[in-house]
């Protein structure tokens, strides 16, 4: 079965400094994964995803994210963040065995950047 | 770029009334749709992907009689929440797949947050 973990629930971090959002994954064969940002009351946003190649993507905003496939991780990063980048994230991976529209999301992740 | 038009953001309803919430791909046409549901301080939850000219499939564990799901054509998928209860108050995001945009072609929602009362 395809699972995503998020391991915090809520991450800190000062205006300027670099961040990261943890997500590890279990998926049956290769992954696809994907970070979503929310804002309060809106949908979803689509950040980044990684389907093969080199294992640092770079989306949206300023984000990357890194592929490791030894520690079933896909960490989201930025070097410097924003007052704005306060919202919350979430990891998905696809489901490509049972449902190819399938979506299996993280409990999401409440990033806080303080001026 | 895609966008998904979703309607209304917010509705207030009675207990034991239904509520319409209506998802509309805006510039291209969308054959499958999905339903989610977020509940507070946790993640999405698909509830049924609704493919167009034909019945939704629903996830496990989800009533079928209770949301119901039309997707009469191309660009419009309805989300019907009948008999509401305050159980059923949520936020309910839809998605369309854009299958110009390859793998990264599905368009969220903005959302509808239900409350019922």
């Known amino acids: 079965a395809q699972s995503v973990a998020q391991p915090e629930d809520q991450v800190n971090v000062a205006e300027g400094n670099p961040l990261t959002v943890k997500c590890t994954y279990s998926v049956s064969g290769n992954p696809y994964l994907f970070w979503y940002v929310q804002y309060p009351n809106r949908g979803l946003q689509f950040l980044l995803k990684y389907i093969t190649g080199d294992n640092l993507v770079k989306g949206s905003y300023g984000f990357e994210a890194e592929f490791n496939k030894s520690q079933t991780s896909f960490h989201l990063k930025k070097p410097s963040a924003l007052v704005s980048d306060s919202a919350l994230y979430f990891c998905a991976v696809r489901d490509l065995y049972y449902n190819f529209n399938k979506f299996y999301f993280g409990s999401g992740t409440k990033l806080n950047v303080k001026p | ?117």
């Open chain 2, 1 to 117: 770029g895609a966008v998904v038009s979703q309607h209304p953001s917010r509705v207030i309803c009675k207990s034991g009334t239904s509520v319409k919430i209506e998802c509309r791909s805006l510039d291209f046409q969308a054959t499958t749709m999905f339903w989610y549901r977020q509940f507070p301080k946790q993640s999405l939850m698909l509830m049924a992907t609704s493919n167009e000219g034909s019945k939704a499939t629903y996830e496990q564990g989800v009533e079928k009689d209770k949301f119901l799901i039309n997707h009469a054509s191309l660009t419009l998928s309805t989300l019907t929440v009948t008999s509401a209860h305050p159980e059923d108050s949520s936020f309910y995001i839809c998605s369309a797949r854009d299958l110009g945009q390859g793998l990264r072609g599905y368009t969220f929602g903005s959302g509808t947050r239900l409350t019922v009362v």
